[in-house]
């Protein structure tokens, strides 16, 4: 079964205008860690964020910010005032810790492309 | 620090030929993982290693693939014989600790013809 959903495959929008990518995670650990890494064309995966499960505090880093709700299994990504450059795909992914596996599960991912 | 780092960058080869990718963990991490990712089934974990013990080898896709790491400062991925449904870009990650991000090397893209 697919631990990280990811619905939306691709969004594109124009430059400026913001947009958030949808994650919803399944899992029966309560204790458990949430990543969102961005792969730009080149192809590499950069690392974005962390979360644990114990903390529901919103993140906001520059134009990037996160919403974590344990109440609807989500750990959604937002970026404001979208440039080209955020142009990638973005996956989300969940390590189980607490049943000691610790390899990440990525969802399928989400293909942003912002049009100048 | 120079990151994970991974060789070839890129392989051709051809079916029934073995494969040998290379990966470079960074220094002090002791989880390192080998991912593969196709347009077909995304990002997928093949094994992750911790100090050097394989810990999770059941997404390797079968016996022609095999991985090892012999030390804390390498390993490898090993395809023999290959064949055209390999053909994929195989990532090599480490992380400090189970629970840390995994740091990402920038892939071999292999193709197998």
């Known amino acids: 079964a697919q631990k990280v959903t990811q619905a939306q495959t691709e969004i594109s929008v124009v430059e400026k205008e913001d947009v958030t990518l949808d994650c919803v995670y399944e899992?029966?650990?309560?204790?458990?860690?949430l990543f969102w890494y961005k792969q730009p064309p080149s192809g590499e995966l950069v690392f974005l964020i962390r979360r644990n499960s114990f903390d529901e505090q919103n993140e906001i880093s520059g134009r990037y910010s996160w919403n974590f709700q344990k109440s609807t299994s989500s750990f959604n990504f937002t970026i404001t005032a979208s440039q080209v450059v955020d142009s990638a795909v973005y996956f989300c992914?969940?390590?189980?810790?607490?049943?000691?596996?610790?390899?990440?599960?990525f969802g399928t991912g989400t293909t942003v492309t912002v049009r100048a | 620090d120079a990151g994970v780092i991974q060789s070839p960058r890129h392989e051709v080869t051809e079916m029934g030929q073995e494969v040998t990718l290379r990966c470079k963990p960074i220094?002090?991490?002791?989880?390192l993982f080998w991912y593969r990712q196709t347009m077909m089934r995304g990002l997928e974990l093949l094994i992750y290693f911790n100090n050097n013990v394989p810990i999770d080898d059941s997404g390797m896709p079968e016996d022609r693939f095999s991985a090892k790491m012999p030390n804390a400062s390498f390993s490898t991925l090993k395809i023999q014989p290959s064949e055209p449904r390999d053909s994929a870009v195989y990532f090599c990650a480490s992380s400090l600790a189970g629970v840390t991000e995994a740091f990402f090397g920038q892939g071999t893209r292999l193709t197998v013809v």
């Open positions: 220094s002090g991490h002791d989880y």
């Open positions: 992914a969940l390590s189980e810790a607490g049943l000691n596996d610790y390899k990440l599960s």
């Open positions: 899992t029966r650990d309560t204790t458990y860690y």
